[in-house]
């Protein structure tokens, strides 16, 4: 008995030490993407102004940028701002392990529909702006936004008219959803309409079939 004591602390102990570990390089591994993303959006706003600057000095480059710019609102491609709601969304007090009060994929895509169905012109969940190809999953008991962590209290905001996005939501199939979860698991939700909010540009996403030309075309 005392040696199975003895081995059952050691486990317990290594057990901690790894989940220490774990726990630090997940952290270190948040700062990293943390500090690339900025950088990211430093050297994206560095481009368009370049961009904009070489077009504009052409009427055919200032058309060019305009077409330009409506694709990138379109793509969630460049940062917004505008009036609009911010819904907010939490797990209930005290939720443990198990899917019981707790808030699912699910549950922020059925919201972020039912604001996009409303009339919102630019959506993000916890600062993760959603763009065509972004994707709101469950991996293990982790909730990710173009494949990044997010967390409870999960704030959606979308940019349009206000009264327009509470009423849409408040008599979608989503606001129903969540009034029952409320009252029946404890998950809590509020939404508070904004003057003014501001959403960032998406992750620019990778080519998965361009790529540059090798060669100058030749002929008419």
């Known amino acids: 008995m005392a040696v199975g004591a003895t081995q059952v602390r050691l486990a317990s102990r290594q057990s901690a030490a790894t989940k220490t570990a774990l726990v630090a390089q997940v952290q270190q591994a948040e700062t990293l993407a943390g500090g690339l993303s900025r950088t990211q959006d430093t050297l994206r706003t560095q481009v368009n102004d370049r961009r904009q600057a070489q077009l504009s000095t052409t009427s055919a480059g200032a058309a060019a940028n305009a077409a330009i710019a409506q694709l990138e609102l379109l793509t969630a491609g460049t940062p917004v701002t505008g009036p609009g709601v911010t819904i907010t969304v939490a797990d209930a007090p005290g939720t443990g392990s198990g899917t019981q009060g707790r808030v699912e994929d699910r549950d922020l895509q059925a919201v972020a529909n039912a604001l996009w169905a409303a009339g919102a012109e630019a959506v993000s969940v916890d600062g993760e702006r959603l763009g065509p190809g972004t994707?709101?999953?469950?991996?293990?008991?982790?909730?990710?936004?173009?494949f990044r962590p997010v967390t409870s209290p999960y704030a959606v905001q979308a940019i349009g008219s206000t009264n327009a996005l509470e009423t849409g939501y408040a008599s979608?199939?989503?606001?129903?959803?969540?009034?029952?979860?409320?009252q029946v698991e404890g998950i809590t939700v509020t939404v508070a309409g904004a003057a003014h909010l501001q959403l960032a540009a998406a992750s620019t996403p990778l080519p998965d079939h361009a790529g540059p030309l090798s060669s100058r075309r030749s002929g008419g």
Request: glycine share 8%; aromatic share 0%; net charge negative.
């Open 135 to 146: 994707a709101i999953r469950t991996a293990g008991e982790t909730i990710l936004v173009d």
């Open 172 to 182: 979608s199939d989503a606001g129903a959803q969540l009034s029952a979860l409320q």
